[in-house]
């Protein structure tokens, strides 16, 4: 007759602990929280995704676009400058393009100072540029 009781203590006591660790780690999980502007993906040569999953889309630059030439140059070029790195982000005119990318330019820091991303992605010709009214305050500044 003890047996079962005994058995059944174990197998309660065993649950208990298995949730108890289960919960411990959904709080820890729970605690660590990517950075919102840490560069988690990059789509192309002028589209990223942001750790609070923010799709960017690049100002007054284009890039090729999926089974386009250039278009893996471009997406590894973006991807060395700012993957897995937080990024300063500056609004211009308009918050969004038509499929709901937030539009901005984009800065990262490295060892040499700070790199404004549309436009050293237009000087170093993974992107041309396209000035789209009403965001185009600084377009002139990445031609020159």
Known sequence: MEKPYFMIFLMTLFFIVLISGFLYFIIKLDNYKIPENLVVEVIDGDTFVLGNMDRIRLICIDAPEKNQKGFQESKIFLETLILN?????E???SEKDRYGRLLRYVYVNTSNGEIFINKYMFEQGYAELTPIEPDIS???E???
């Open 91 to 93: 609004k211009d005119i």
């Open 85 to 89: 790195k937080q990024v300063r982000l």
């Open 138 to 140: 600084r377009c002139n």
């Open 142 to 144: 990445i031609k020159s």
